[in-house]
Each structure stands twice: as C-alpha cells, then as structure tokens.
C-alpha cells in the first residue's frame, strides 16, 4: 500500500546548494515528489515538530540551527517511502553514515553543537501524517 513521507531539506542543505541533488536522488529512487515548498520555519512549527526532544541537550542548538534560514518541504508517495527514505538519508550521524547515502555522500561534522544532517525524513505512518499536517496545513 502506497505511503506518504514527510521530508525537510534542512538549512544546511539549503544553504550549500544541495536542494537539486537531494531532489534528484529521491527521484533517481523512484519516489513521487506530491508537494515542495521553500519555507522559513517558524518557532510553532519547530516547538511542534521536535517535541520529542524537547528538554535534551541538543534540543535548543538544533530549533535554533532548523531557525537559521529556509527549509525546503516535500511530501513523498510510494510504497514502503518512509523506511526507503531513511535508508536513503543514511543514519543520524554524518561523520559515519554509509557512503551512498545523502548524510554519507555529502554531508560530515562542522565542529558545532548540533549535528547539521541536511534532512529530515518522518520515522513511521503517524509520525508522518502529524508532520505532514505541521508543514502543510
Ligand atoms: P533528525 O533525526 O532529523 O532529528 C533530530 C535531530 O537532532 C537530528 O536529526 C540531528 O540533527 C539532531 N541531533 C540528534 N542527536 C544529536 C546529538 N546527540 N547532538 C546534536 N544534534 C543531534
């Protein structure tokens, strides 16, 4: 059964000009891109979007890095695109995501607080319908 996926080109990603070959490897993959936008994220979104970390200590740095300049938005369609998505993105950390992958091929540590992993990907089916619903309501 076809799923959908929420996905945020973070502000790193943004900013260094990856937004075409982040796009280009979900498509190469097979995935329908439904809906893309270019947005500044606001605080409500953010409080919302991350409060499962609210209250660790990355949690402050990382709202404040996602606060830091546009994000780019999308809504992917397909079978199993939220499991194909993460295993696209790579693991958290991008010093030692597999080479292959998006946080692997491109992205690595800035030295800084926050781990700056160039996307989000939704993690299952209700993480991705409430997420959906914060991005593109
Ligand atoms: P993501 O998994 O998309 O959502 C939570 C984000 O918090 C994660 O990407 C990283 O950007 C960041 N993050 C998670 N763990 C840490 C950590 N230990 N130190 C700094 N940033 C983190």
Do not use: C
Request: glycine share 10%.
């Amino acid at each position: 059964m076809s799923e959908r996926t929420l996905v945020l080109i973070k502000p790193d990603g943004v900013a260094r000009g990856l937004t075409g070959e982040i796009l280009r490897r979900i498509e190469a993959k097979g995935y329908t891109i439904a809906e893309l936008k270019k947005v500044q994220a606001s605080s409500e979104q953010l409080a919302a979007h991350y409060a499962e970390h609210e209250g660790k200590p990355f949690y402050q740095p990382l709202v404040d890095f996602m606060l830091s300049g546009p994000v780019v938005a999308a809504i992917l369609e397909g079978e199993r695109v939220i499991e194909g998505f993460r295993s696209l993105a790579g693991t958290t950390d991008p010093t030692t995501a597999a080479p292959g992958t998006i946080r692997g091929d491109l992205g690595r540590d800035w030295g800084e607080k926050v781990q700056k992993n160039l996307v989000h990907g939704s993690d299952s089916v209700e993480s991705a319908e409430r997420e959906i619903g914060i991005w593109f309501s």
